[in-house]
């Protein structure tokens, strides 16, 4: 059960990171990266270590996403297509 749960986690990171690269909408990329990290934390308490996924969840996945999400709100949310 603990390996059907594993692999499961590590689908949830993988669609997130691609999630995360193939979005031009900022916002929704971020949703991506918050994903991934959620999927580290499950992955993290899977391995039998609580004190590193509570870190994760508390800087990677909330003060990270949060930082980001101040980024997405100075620049906009949708890349520029002149730039490609």
């Given amino acids: 059960m603990t390996g059907l ?5 590590f689908a949830w ?4 990171a691609i999630m995360a690269i193939t979005q031009t909408d ?5 949703i991506g990266f918050s994903l991934v990290s959620l999927g580290a934390v499950g992955q993290f308490f899977l391995l039998q ?3 590193v996924a ?3 969840a ?3 996945a909330a003060a990270g996403s949060f930082v980001m ?3 997405v709100r100075q620049l906009g ?5 002149e730039l490609r």
Avoid at 13 to 16: A, L, V
Avoid at 26 to 30: D, T
């Fill in 5 to 9: 749960f594993a692999i499961l986690l």
């Fill in 13 to 16: 990171m993988i669609g997130g």
């Fill in 26 to 30: 900022f916002l929704q990329a971020l």
């Fill in 49 to 51: 270590a609580p004190d």
């Fill in 54 to 56: 509570l870190t994760e």
């Fill in 58 to 60: 508390a800087i990677g």
């Fill in 69 to 71: 999400l101040m980024g």
């Fill in 77 to 81: 949310r949708h890349e520029d297509k």
